[in-house]
């Protein structure tokens, strides 16, 4: 993407290795192994430079301007290129950091990564190359922790981030509550198996073999497969059973997990994929975006231009863009429309700078404080305080600064320091969040057909299409297999021995025991003594290599732990978090390349997800074995 690149200044040929970890020249994912798009950026900085302005014509970009031209030092260049963006509302200029990083100046790692900090406080990549700086060349371990702490804070604030990060995240949430809740069904059903082939059989003319008992009720579970429904299908058959056999605790849950597995593959597969697509398909998100970076092409101004009417996000990008290029009264303009249809705190604030850029003072000190209504954020405090400079008035000057730094004292003294640069009146435009853009995701239908074409490995057919569909299928066979359940006097199976209990069969149960072990048990009077010895011995090695079995059992087979001692919702946590677990270290670097914004804080988050799902799965394990041994004793 435009904005993933790094500035190269008019008439310089840096020659640039990419940072650690991150995509070099031609390999995949890397913005820079696209010569066409690297070749429109070295282009349009070398026109923005021969061409004259001409009224109503954008000169070269601001912020372009201020990174590329010459500089006594790098520090000044990076201080220059800082003030210049916020006060266009950048606060985030990804190009100029990237190329910092990548600067072939001589400059020392750590700088290069301070500086690029400073130039995008809100990229992740940067601070994760700070943290990398700091334990490796600095020695100072604590100080990379915090920064690889604010770099996982940044991605909430950083557009481009938040959506991929979020994106990624999801994606990995849903596999994983995809392939666990079916995991979950799978045991429940092979739990009920051996019961569901003997009463089957009882439906059948003819005293079939349990062999061919059991070789019906696969073809049964293989009928929605045969229909092309594929696993979804076949997982309305396998939540059917368990609701059969279940009892009113475990059907519960298989609600649950019948819910968990429709949101993983409709809802939330298809949020994953809107903002995985937003950039790369919304080509007016692309455009504003470039736009706010300093760094769009006269293609994304038409196509701004074109739909500005209809779309926020395009008037937005224009209004700054105007304000930036020194065109305040279209600005002023623009943002009224603004102002008319969504009056938010960044734009009340960038609307009130322009005011006061014309000369409107009371205007302007009218639209701070409706955005200090709204927000008493640091930076409209700061704005309105250069405007009571404007007019003279100490008194309240003094009190708004206060009130400021009370908020955010450390942000009001960079802004402070930036101003005495100058000597002059400073005001800061607030930049374009990832609001409008999860607006964008949320309010469209973007994602679904991404979202239809990962589901379909496992929903194929009809149930695949409409989550309506699928949602009614899942209900129908949990409602049916309640309702036969509750009907049906199924078989089970003797707690003591394991041997089954079917009225069917003449098999009279006693409680939770069959006859044979009622009698054993309770009735020792009615049996030989030495026989009755030689029973309770087999049934203790049974017992023992049951525990062996169990014991093994809820090691290797996730979600079995909680099964086995009759905890099914532990089951259900315990599958789905292992499997979360493993997808989270299977996409530890994210779903799609990292357009240049994560660096390694994606394996930073995705792995410390994946190891937080591997602990909640082993607490499961241990406390379901914990359980039985309790129940033992």
Same mark, same amino acid.
């Given at each position: 993407m435009l904005f993933a690149l790094t500035l190269v200044a008019p008439g310089r040929a840096d020659v640039v290795e990419?940072?650690?970890?991150?995509p070099a020249q031609g390999q995949p994912g890397s913005p820079l192994g696209d010569p066409a798009v690297h070749g429109a950026v070295l282009g349009l900085a070398a026109e923005a430079a021969a061409a004259p302005p001409a009224p109503g014509v954008r000169s070269e970009p601001a912020l372009l301007r201020a990174w590329s031209d010459p500089a006594d030092s790098f520090q000044q260049r990076v201080e220059r290129t800082r003030r210049a963006s916020l006060e266009a509302g950048t606060?985030? =200029?990804d190009a100029a950091a990237r190329a910092a990083l990548q600067g072939s100046g001589g400059e020392d790692p750590l700088v290069r990564a301070q500086a690029a900090v400073l130039l995008a406080p809100e990229l992740p990549l940067a601070h994760m190359e700070l943290a990398r700086a700091l334990w490796l060349q600095a020695n100072q371990p604590m100080s990379a922790i915090r920064s690889v702490a604010t770099a996982l804070r940044a991605i909430a604030s950083h557009p481009e981030a938040s959506l991929w990060?979020?994106?990624?995240?999801? =994606?990995?949430?849903?596999?994983?509550? +995809?392939?666990?809740?079916?995991?979950?069904?799978?045991?429940?059903?092979? @739990?009920? %198996?051996?019961?569901?082939?003997?009463?089957?059989?009882?439906?059948?003319?003819?005293?079939?073999?349990? #062999?061919? @008992? $059991?070789?019906?009720? $696969?073809?049964?579970?293989?009928?929605?497969? %045969?229909? !092309?429904?594929?696993?979804?299908?076949?997982?309305?058959?396998?939540?059917a059973i368990g609701a059969v056999y279940g009892r009113p605790g475990q059907r519960v849950v298989l609600a649950l997990a019948a819910a968990a597995l429709w949101a993983s593959l409709f809802p939330v597969a298809r949020i994953a994929s809107a903002a995985l697509e937003t950039f790369p398909n919304d080509s007016v998100a692309r455009a504003a975006y470039s736009l706010t970076q300093g760094i769009a092409s006269p293609e994304d101004l038409a196509r701004l231009e074109a739909v500005a009417d209809s779309d926020p996000l395009a008037l937005r990008a224009l209004a700054m863009d105007a304000r930036r290029s020194g065109h305040l009264?279209?600005?002023?303009?623009?943002?009224?429309?603004?102002?008319?249809?969504?009056?938010d705190v960044a734009a009340l604030n960038n609307a009130a700078n322009i005011r006061l850029a014309l000369g409107h003072m009371e205007s302007a000190i009218e639209l701070y404080g409706r955005a200090l209504d709204l927000e008493e954020s640091?930076?409209?405090?700061?704005?309105?305080?250069?405007?009571?400079?404007?007019? #003279?008035?100490?008194?309240?000057?003094?009190?708004?600064?206060?009130?400021?730094?009370?908020?955010?004292?450390?942000?009001?003294?960079?802004?402070?320091?930036?101003?005495?640069?100058?000597?002059?009146?400073?005001?800061?435009?607030l930049p374009l969040g990832p609001?409008?853009?999860?607006?964008?995701?949320?309010?469209?239908?973007?994602?679904?057909?991404?979202?239809?074409?990962?589901r379909a490995p496992l929903a194929p057919g009809l149930l695949?299409?409409?989550?309506?569909?699928?949602?009614?299928?899942?209900?129908?066979?949990?409602?049916?297999?309640?309702?036969?359940?509750?009907?049906?006097?199924?078989?089970?199976?003797?707690?003591? +021995?394991?041997?089954?209990?079917?009225?069917?069969? !003449?098999?009279?149960?006693?409680?939770?025991?069959?006859?044979? +072990?009622?009698?054993?048990?309770?009735?020792?009077?009615?049996?030989?003594?030495?026989?009755? =010895?030689?029973?309770?011995?087999?049934?203790?090695?049974?017992?023992?290599?049951?525990?062996?079995?169990?014991? #093994?059992?809820?090691?290797?087979?996730?979600?079995?732990?909680?099964?086995?001692?009759?905890?099914?919702?532990?089951?259900?946590?315990?599958?789905?978090?292992? $499997?979360?677990?493993?997808?989270?270290?299977?996409?530890?670097?994210g779903v799609v390349p990292d357009p240049w914004v994560a660096g390694r804080?994606?394996?930073?988050?995705? !792995?410390?997800?994946?190891?937080?799902?591997l602990l909640v799965y082993v607490g499961s394990v241990l406390a379901s074995l914990a359980t039985r041994a309790g129940g033992e004793a």
């Amino acid at each position: 993407m435009l904005f993933a690149l790094t500035l190269v200044a008019p008439g310089r040929a840096d020659v640039v290795e990419p940072a650690a970890g991150q995509p070099a020249q031609g390999q995949p994912g890397s913005p820079l192994g696209d010569p066409a798009v690297h070749g429109a950026v070295l282009g349009l900085a070398a026109e923005a430079a021969a061409a004259p302005p001409a009224p109503g014509v954008r000169s070269e970009p601001a912020l372009l301007r201020a990174w590329s031209d010459p500089a006594d030092s790098f520090q000044q260049r990076v201080e220059r290129t800082r003030r210049a963006s916020l006060e266009a509302g950048t606060w985030s =200029f990804d190009a100029a950091a990237r190329a910092a990083l990548q600067g072939s100046g001589g400059e020392d790692p750590l700088v290069r990564a301070q500086a690029a900090v400073l130039l995008a406080p809100e990229l992740p990549l940067a601070h994760m190359e700070l943290a990398r700086a700091l334990w490796l060349q600095a020695n100072q371990p604590m100080s990379a922790i915090r920064s690889v702490a604010t770099a996982l804070r940044a991605i909430a604030s950083h557009p481009e981030a938040s959506l991929w990060f979020a994106g990624s995240g999801l =994606f990995v949430l849903a596999v994983g509550t +995809c392939v666990g809740t079916l995991l979950l069904l799978v045991l429940v059903a092979l @739990r009920a %198996a051996s019961h569901a082939a003997h009463d089957l059989g009882h439906l059948t003319p003819g005293n079939a073999p349990a #062999f061919a @008992r $059991c070789a019906l009720l $696969c073809a049964l579970l293989l009928v929605p497969i %045969a229909a !092309g429904e594929g696993v979804l299908g076949a997982a309305v058959a396998l939540l059917a059973i368990g609701a059969v056999y279940g009892r009113p605790g475990q059907r519960v849950v298989l609600a649950l997990a019948a819910a968990a597995l429709w949101a993983s593959l409709f809802p939330v597969a298809r949020i994953a994929s809107a903002a995985l697509e937003t950039f790369p398909n919304d080509s007016v998100a692309r455009a504003a975006y470039s736009l706010t970076q300093g760094i769009a092409s006269p293609e994304d101004l038409a196509r701004l231009e074109a739909v500005a009417d209809s779309d926020p996000l395009a008037l937005r990008a224009l209004a700054m863009d105007a304000r930036r290029s020194g065109h305040l009264a279209r600005a002023d303009a623009l943002y009224q429309r603004i102002l008319d249809r969504e009056p938010d705190v960044a734009a009340l604030n960038n609307a009130a700078n322009i005011r006061l850029a014309l000369g409107h003072m009371e205007s302007a000190i009218e639209l701070y404080g409706r955005a200090l209504d709204l927000e008493e954020s640091p930076v409209v405090l700061f704005n309105l305080s250069q405007a009571y400079v404007r007019g #003279f008035h100490v008194d309240e000057l003094n009190r708004t600064l206060a009130a400021a730094q009370r908020v955010d004292g450390e942000l009001v003294a960079e802004l402070t320091a930036l101003q005495r640069n100058q000597n002059e009146s400073y005001v800061v435009d607030l930049p374009l969040g990832p609001r409008p853009l999860w607006q964008r995701v949320l309010a469209s239908e973007r994602g679904e057909a991404l979202a239809a074409m990962l589901r379909a490995p496992l929903a194929p057919g009809l149930l695949g299409s409409s989550e309506r569909v699928a949602g009614g299928a899942l209900l129908a066979a949990l409602a049916l297999g309640v309702l036969l359940g509750g009907r049906v006097a199924g078989s089970r199976g003797c707690t003591r +021995c394991g041997g089954r209990i079917c009225a069917h069969c !003449g098999e009279r149960a006693v409680g939770s025991l069959c006859e044979s +072990c009622d009698t054993l048990f309770n009735h020792p009077e009615k049996t030989d003594r030495a026989l009755r =010895f030689a029973r309770i011995e087999a049934l203790r090695k049974r017992d023992r290599r049951m525990a062996r079995a169990m014991t #093994f059992a809820s090691v290797v087979v996730p979600g079995a732990a909680g099964l086995l001692v009759d905890r099914p919702l532990r089951a259900l946590v315990g599958a789905v978090a292992f $499997c979360v677990a493993a997808a989270g270290i299977w996409w530890r670097a994210g779903v799609v390349p990292d357009p240049w914004v994560a660096g390694r804080a994606a394996p930073a988050l995705f !792995g410390g997800l994946a190891a937080l799902a591997l602990l909640v799965y082993v607490g499961s394990v241990l406390a379901s074995l914990a359980t039985r041994a309790g129940g033992e004793a």
